[in-house]
T-cell receptor, first 111, second 116 residues
Framework: GENVEQHPSTLSVQEGDSAVIKCTYSDSASNYFPWYKQELGKRPQLIIDIRSNVGEKKDQRIAVTLNKTAKHFSLHITETQPEDSAVYFCAAIAPGNMLTFGGGTRLMVKP | DAGITQSPRYKITETGRQVTLMCHQTWSHSYMFWYRQDLGHGLRLIYYSAAADITDKGEVPDGYVVSRSKTENFPLTLESATRSQTSVYFC???????????????FGEGSRLTVL
């Protein structure tokens, strides 16, 4: 089955700096890669996703890149703000299978 | 939002007792899921259901039972709770994209279960 690895497990940045979280996946048939944000004590919520026919997608301060050859994808957050502090989960899914999540990254943005 | 709700939100029980966590969604989503979240393990799939009366095992199904007699409800039962089942449980639902189950997951608020 699919295996998704996520790094780093914790990330601390200064407000205004950029943050990058990286994920690798094992199933070359995977074609959908969402990112979820979970604030402390809250439910995970989708923040951005990318499909395998696209190499990059941007939404304001967040962007996701996908390298199908290397089987890795990354989340980029620019101009970080304290409200970006949360746990971020990457995930991958191949047709006919269920979503597999990475282990999560705790992002701390220091004011 | 009230589209997917879980109950109870907090539960303390003892080893060996039966516990049922309830999940209800109002969107008529075909797929429903149960995940457990533990520190260092992220979100792990316990069971899922593609439609009423169709359920299947996920990554960590041992010790759990599910049913789905109605599209909107997907209860999770721990038949004999163990300490290792202390966790936060999330229910989720989605409608699948064409070709698979890769739609946006909508999560409930979570149920924090402590087994003493």
């Amino acid at each position: 089955g699919e295996n998704v690895e996520q790094h780093p497990s914790t990330l601390s940045v200064q407000e205004g700096d950029s943050a990058v979280i990286k994920c690798t996946y094992s199933d070359s048939a995977s074609n959908y890669f969402p990112w979820y944000k979970q604030e402390l004590g809250k439910r995970p919520q989708l923040i951005i996703d990318i499909r395998s026919n696209v190499g990059e997608k941007k939404d304001q301060r967040i962007a996701v890149t996908l390298n199908k050859t290397a089987k890795h994808f990354s989340l980029h957050i620019t101009e970080t703000q304290p409200e970006d502090s949360a746990v971020y989960f990457c995930a991958a899914i191949a047709p006919g299978n269920m979503l597999t999540f990475g282990g999560g990254t705790r992002l701390m943005v220091k004011p | 939002d009230a589209g997917i709700t879980q109950s109870p939100r907090y539960k303390i029980t003892e080893t060996g007792r039966q516990v049922t966590l309830m999940c209800h969604q109002t969107w008529s989503h075909s797929y429903m899921f149960w995940y457990r979240q533990d520190l260092g393990h992220g979100l792990r799939l316990i069971y899922y259901s593609a439609a009423a009366d169709i359920t299947d095992k996920g990554e960590v199904p041992d010790g759990y039972v599910v049913s789905r007699s109605k599209t909107e409800n997907f209860p999770l039962t721990l038949e004999s709770a163990t300490r290792s089942q202390t966790s936060v449980y999330f229910c989720a639902s989605t409608n699948p994209l064409s070709g698979g189950a890769g739609g946006e997951l909508f999560f409930g608020e979570g149920s924090r279960l402590t087994v003493l």
